[in-house]
């Protein structure tokens, strides 16, 4: 069963953190919008996964979940699906790095302009093409 004011809230609050994720490029704090780009991704695709009638699992990385159930995704969004991914798995890897770091590792000091424009501009796809194909319900 799916529940269309969950998906829809699922997607205005990821639109909404892109704002939250365009500040933090404003101020240069780039492991920050490597982070928080991953959590927007996240919330797409569990949008995504919602509205196309496939449980949810409370994992940070749902490229598994798509990969499997690639016939109940909306058509549009399958020519993407490796792209999309691939792009879930990589920030997934960044996602405790970014906001913690390690012993070795000073999030703000290792992530770069780059790095965050990549992330943004990967979150923004992202929240683009499944709010299409959930505003087409082409499911």
Known sequence: MKNEALVKDYLDRASARLKAVALLQREESWADVVRESQEVIELSLKALLRASGIEVPRIHDVSPVLEENVERLPRQIRPHLEKICGIS???RRDRELAFYG???????QFYRRE?????????KWVV???RKACR????
């Open 89 to 91: 798995r990589s920030l």
């Open 102 to 108: 390690s012993e070795d590792l000073t999030p703000g």
């Open 136 to 139: 087409q319900k082409d499911l």
């Open 128 to 130: 683009g093409i499944v």
């Open 115 to 123: 790095d965050g424009q990549e992330a943004l501009n990967s979150a």
